[in-house]
């Protein structure tokens, strides 16, 4: 039984890494938008499917594809921030609606073109298991974590030393002050965009290849995503990883003392819980001492 947990925490952790990747372009186009873009996850997915088309028609490695889905998501995502932008009147509603019926206009593709097929990395070397003590993983697991701990580094320095990065923080701080400083907002909130759609892209190849995806996982991404944001609280990189590895653990622990059947469930119980009881968050009451 102490195999098992270790076995399901280590595992939890490996896939709470991805999390935190979708999390944090979710939460990077809240922070500089205030709004939630509901077709996030569906980013993340067509992501995934790019590098199964690559896999799977020339027989090259997956992450092959990351230059291709890097453009595809990019631009998807520049277009549907052209399309809020245009939205005057009741914002974060008709945004709410909008992003909505993109996350399902792109479902329904995905599903016309591949089918509910469920679909996996064939890579024999992503799928090899390396052994670190009593716990195992396979090789694509292993990068993808490694690649989340880059990416995130990568996103934090630019948000701390970078002029675009100070610029986000500021619009998302306070727009009109942000104005009155030099800043466009527009030119700001479209960065933030981009890299949201940068971070999906890398998201949705490092799922690929630890996990199977089908088109109904869209959704469930965007859902992690936003019960991650509600759980750290504050839009901290940091706060957003630890919360991450926290649904990622709990799912894991689920499936293996319970049921899979309960572990979307699960998250939803966490997610709750931190609702009612800490409505800032786990790390909000610390941060705003600071």
């Known amino acids: 039984m102490t195999d098992l947990i270790l076995q399901a925490l280590f595992s939890g952790v490996l896939i709470g890494s991805v999390y935190a990747l979708v999390a944090l372009g979710l939460a990077l186009a809240f922070g500089a ?11 993340v997915l067509l ?10 028609r020339t027989g090259l490695d997956p992450y092959m594809a990351i230059p291709l889905a890097l453009l595809a998501v990019c631009a998807l995502s520049a277009l549907l921030f052209l399309m809020i932008d245009r939205i005057r ?28 097929d469920m679909r996996s990395t064939t890579s024999p070397m992503l799928q090899d298991a390396i052994s670190f003590g009593n716990v195992y993983a396979m090789k694509g697991e292993v990068i993808a974590f490694a690649v989340s701990l880059v990416l995130m580094t990568i996103l934090w320095w630019w948000l701390k030393k970078s002029w675009y990065g100070r610029a986000v923080r500021a619009v998302s701080s306070n727009r009109d002050a942000a104005m ?15 890299a949201a759609g940068a971070l999906a892209s890398f998201a949705g190849i490092a799922l690929y290849t630890m996990s199977v995806i089908q088109p109904a996982v869209g959704h469930g991404l965007t859902v992690k995503a936003f ?20 649904l990622g653990v709990t799912e894991a622990l689920t499936v293996t003392l319970a049921s899979s059947a309960l572990q979307e469930l699960a998250g939803m119980v966490l997610f709750l819980l931190v609702l009612f009881l800490l409505p800032n968050g786990l790390f909000g009451a610390r941060a705003r001492r600071g």
Do not use: D, K, Q, W
């Open 47 to 56: 992501a995934a499917y790019m590098a199964y088309v690559v896999e799977s």
């Open 227 to 246: 019960i991650v944001t509600v759980l750290a609280g504050v839009g901290s990189i940091p706060g957003v990883f630890l919360a991450a590895l926290l």
């Open 180 to 194: 009155l400083m030099g800043i466009s907002p527009v030119r700001t909130e479209l960065v933030a965009f981009l």
């Open 33 to 43: 938008m205030r709004i939630i873009n509901l077709a996030h996850g569906e980013l």
């Open 89 to 116: 009147e009741h914002r974060e509603l008709n945004s709410l609606i909008l992003t909505f019926a993109v996350g399902i206009i792109l479902t329904n593709g995905l599903l016309l073109l591949f089918a509910s």
